[in-house]
């Protein structure tokens, strides 16, 4: 008796502890708690997920494991210290907004407070909206989307334009709404401007409405459907609210979900009489064209640029074709040079939809006189307003290109040249040519001793003396004109070989300043002085001189870039401007040796 009576106590005493151990885990777990704000719980409202303790809590719960199966809206964490007759309490909340992602019945697993864990809890979650927010008519409803499609016959790679309208009447601190999700086989989307909002009334209910637009393209002909769109939006005045954040927020109002209803498209093929040609439904197309001069002036070697642009309201300009093909230019035509610039493709995108630009350049250079008949442009289309197939058109033109100038050629004079007349009363005389000698008995008498009549001298009362000397300074004469005459050709005849000096590298400087500075005004000048310098041999008064030699010479990429640069002065419009690749092209240009030049003395005298 004696050893169980001691037996016994032992027992109890282990029971004892163990129980002592157990209530104290009780305890423990019993000290984190886990409730919602509210009950019962439907998917298009938010709730909020509250755990609280009175024991310290060394390390941050994670939260993670929540977002399986909702969205994590705001975590915030807060402390109270209360004291009541002495004794102080210490109470700590971490609150997490949720939404759910789906009705249903969920278990919340038991989350990690540093040695702690919460208990599991389960929260069901009603589909729909709370009965208090559930009305017969959806217009009178405090919040709701509406979506619709626009036109009802729509087509293939037409426009439709999709408005999103987001209605409320209470006050709201922060809302997100998804885009419509459509691959881009389905459909191609652009948003169209910013946001408009306004107010309106509806069944006595004073709403502020905010307004989205898209341009959606079809790609393909059938059945499209546009799913419901998501918004998310936060009730109340508390401040601003940023969703999906993961940081703690100080606080925040109600979260409520809305979606809209899913949008179904019947999409027509491309109409029978435009399904060989190029398909542009559009509600207005224009086909337009500008001259660099006007009116246009057409000569041989100098280059004047055609701008085609096409508009079209309800297509984008990735949609429209090529308006100008240089290859069609076959016959006549091809004694003029084409140079077409990289199309410009523009898109301005309004409230009504999408206006698309294509705007083509292309730089004309002919190389032949004459008249030209350059053919007509015609483009169809489809007007989505009457349904009906129209043709744009740009009508033939007649061009009549003239000849190049020609300079005035003045021949220089041709030194030692005899001028027209001169020697004319000298008469030409005959080597072998005898002299006739009077016979003898056929003397003829003079009176006076005079020269005798019909010898030479006869009729002259020279003395006798006066005929040597005259002859002797007549021949001087002679033998001082074929010194002087002799000299004279031979200095003419002579080169005088030097190096002339040419400023080019210093003009190319000037002109490498103006092209990497991208300044065209500064460029076309500091180009003209370079060229007469790299090129002096070359009648280069102007541009359109350069421009004409370049073409002969066959360096039509060098021309062409000037051609560019002087749309570029001379274009209605801005028109931005790189120099590099006009300097690019000067530079490999091979630099000319310094030419020798033959200078020419004039006779003296």
């Not at 969920?106 to 208090?132: H, K, L, M, W």
């Not at 240009?589 to 030419?595: Q, Y």
Request: hydrophobic letters at 40%; proline letters at 8%; charged letters at 20%.
């Amino acid at each position: 008796m004696v050893i169980r009576c001691a037996k016994k106590p032992l027992g109890a005493i282990f029971i004892i502890l163990l129980l002592c151990g157990f209530c104290a885990t009780v305890g423990q777990a019993a000290a984190l708690q886990v409730r919602t704000d509210h009950q019962p719980i439907y998917e298009e409202e938010s709730f909020r997920l509250i755990f609280e303790t009175e024991h310290d809590v060394g390390d941050t719960p994670d939260f993670a494991v929540l977002g399986q199966n909702f969205d994590i809206l705001s975590k915030q964490q807060g402390s109270r210290f209360q004291s009541v007759n002495g004794q102080r309490s210490h109470k700590t909340t971490w609150t997490v907004t949720l939404l759910a992602k789906r009705a249903g019945t969920f278990t919340i697993p038991p989350i990690a407070f540093g040695q702690d864990r919460s208990p599991e809890y389960t929260v069901v979650v009603n589909q729909g909206t709370a009965p208090s927010a559930q009305k017969a008519d959806q217009s009178t409803q405090d919040l709701f989307l509406e979506v619709s499609a626009t036109p009802e016959k729509m087509y293939v790679q037409s426009q439709v334009i999709y408005t999103v309208r987001f209605f409320r009447s209470v006050e709201i601190t922060g809302a997100s709404l998804t885009e419509p999700q459509l691959s881009a086989a389905d459909a191609v989307l652009e948003k169209l401007g910013e946001d408009r909002t306004f107010e309106t009334d509806r069944h006595g209910i004073h709403y502020l409405v905010v307004e989205r637009r898209y341009a959606l393209f079809p790609q393909r002909s059938g059945k499209l459907t546009i799913a419901p769109l998501r918004l998310e939006v936060q009730v109340g005045n508390r401040g601003l609210f940023n969703l999906f954040d993961d940081a703690f927020q100080p606080g925040g109002g109600e979260v409520k979900r809305r979606h809209s209803s899913a949008v179904e498209l019947t999409v027509e093929p491309i109409p029978a009489p435009l399904q060989s040609a190029a398909w542009l439904p559009a509600h207005r197309l224009q086909l337009m064209e500008k001259w660099s001069e006007n009116p246009p002036q057409f000569q041989v070697g100098e280059a004047i640029t055609r701008t085609l642009t096409l508009l079209a309201d309800g297509l984008t300009s990735a949609q429209l074709p090529e308006i100008f093909a240089t290859g069609q230019m076959t016959g006549p035509l091809t004694q003029i040079k084409w140079y077409p610039d990289q199309p410009t493709l523009t898109d301005q995108r309004e409230p009504t939809g999408i206006i698309g630009m294509r705007q083509e350049k292309v730089a004309m250079v002919p190389a032949q006189p004459g008249s030209f008949t350059l053919p007509a442009i015609e483009m169809a289309w489809w007007n989505i307003d009457t349904q009906s197939k129209e043709v744009v058109r740009l009508p033939e033109r007649s061009i009549t290109v003239l000849p190049a100038p020609v300079a005035a050629q003045n021949p220089a004079p041709v030194v030692g040249a005899v001028p027209p007349g001169a020697g004319r009363d000298i008469p030409a005389t005959k080597e072998g040519t005898e002299t006739a000698v009077p016979e003898a008995g056929n003397r003829v008498e003079t009176k006076g001793g005079g020269v005798p009549k019909g010898a030479p001298g006869a009729g002259t009362d020279y003395p006798s003396w006066l005929v040597p000397v005259l002859a002797t300074g007549w021949l001087l004469t002679l033998l001082g004109g074929w010194l002087r005459h002799r000299f004279a050709f031979s200095l003419r005849r002579a080169p005088v070989n030097r190096l002339v000096p040419v400023d080019v590298d210093k003009r190319a400087a000037v002109l490498q300043r103006a092209c990497l500075h991208n300044s065209p005004d500064k460029c076309r000048a500091a180009l003209l002085a370079w060229a007469q310098a790299f090129w002096p041999d070359q009648s280069l008064h102007n541009i359109n001189d350069l421009q004409r030699f370049l073409h002969q010479s066959q360096m039509d990429a060098l021309a062409q870039e000037i051609t560019r640069l002087n749309q570029t002065l001379f274009s209605p419009a801005p028109v931005p401007w790189s120099g590099q690749s006009l300097w690019a092209m000067i530079r490999s240009l091979p630099k000319p040796a310094l030419k020798q030049v033959e200078e020419v003395l004039p006779p003296a005298g």
